[in-house]
């Protein structure tokens, strides 16, 4: 593992905060499983509205070990919510405007495209709509597009689609549990898996 996969796994996402949660009840919360160098709560005390529903955490902690047993604090009641705590991909926590400008939500368990990925509505010949997912990265590697989803796809469910891929060829007889841990240990965090033997 190289110092840079270390220090991503340090800093440990929040969802689904209680309004009614302080910072220090935040930072109490998460303290006793290590020192805590950085915590960002957003929105920030002074952009909260009528309309905010939940909060949303960053915490960066000293010891990587500390955000992966974080992980585990998933569906602990804060005050009337049950939270939700993922790893967070980057080295450096993002300030709120760049988070909420990337599609950051509040939403438990949601996920989100990385920011330079994008989706938008495609007008057919035949009149109908696609939505059409773009990331640059695929096109720097002339690899092919996303194949095209319908137009009406909810936003979550394009996420999950986006992610999934189908591994084929695999030796008869491989167990699940052996492709999981290859693709969480060469290519990240793998949440669910499927087999089916032909």
Do not use: W
């Not at 047993?69 to 926590?93: E, F, K, M």
């Not at 993002?94 to 400008?101: G, K, Q, S």
């Amino acid at each position: 593992m190289s110092g840079e996969e270390k220090e991503k796994n340090k800093i440990l996402h929040v969802a689904n905060i209680s309004c009614a949660a302080t910072r220090d009840q935040i930072y109490n919360m998460f303290n006793y499983l290590g020192k805590i160098q950085e915590l960002k709560v957003y929105p920030s005390e002074g952009n909260i509205n009528a309309s905010t529903l939940l909060k949303t955490a960053f915490i960066k902690f000293d010891d990587e070990r500390c955000a992966e047993v974080g992980q585990h604090l998933t569906n602990t009641v804060l005050i009337d919510r049950a939270i939700v705590c993922l790893p967070y991909p980057n080295q450096i926590i993002p300030d709120e405007e760049t988070f909420f400008n990337s599609g950051g939500s509040t939403t438990a368990g949601q996920r989100q495209l990385p920011p330079h990925v994008s989706n938008r509505i495609q007008q057919l010949d035949d009149g109908n709509s696609v939505l059409i997912t773009v990331d640059p990265t695929l096109e720097q590697l002339g690899l092919p597009a996303y194949p095209p989803l319908p137009a009406d796809t909810d936003n979550g469910k394009v996420e999950e689609i986006r992610r999934t891929v189908y591994v084929g060829n695999l030796p008869k007889g491989i167990d699940g549990k052996e492709v999981l841990d290859l693709f969480n240990m060469y290519f990240g965090e793998v949440r669910f898996i499927e087999t089916e033997s032909h």
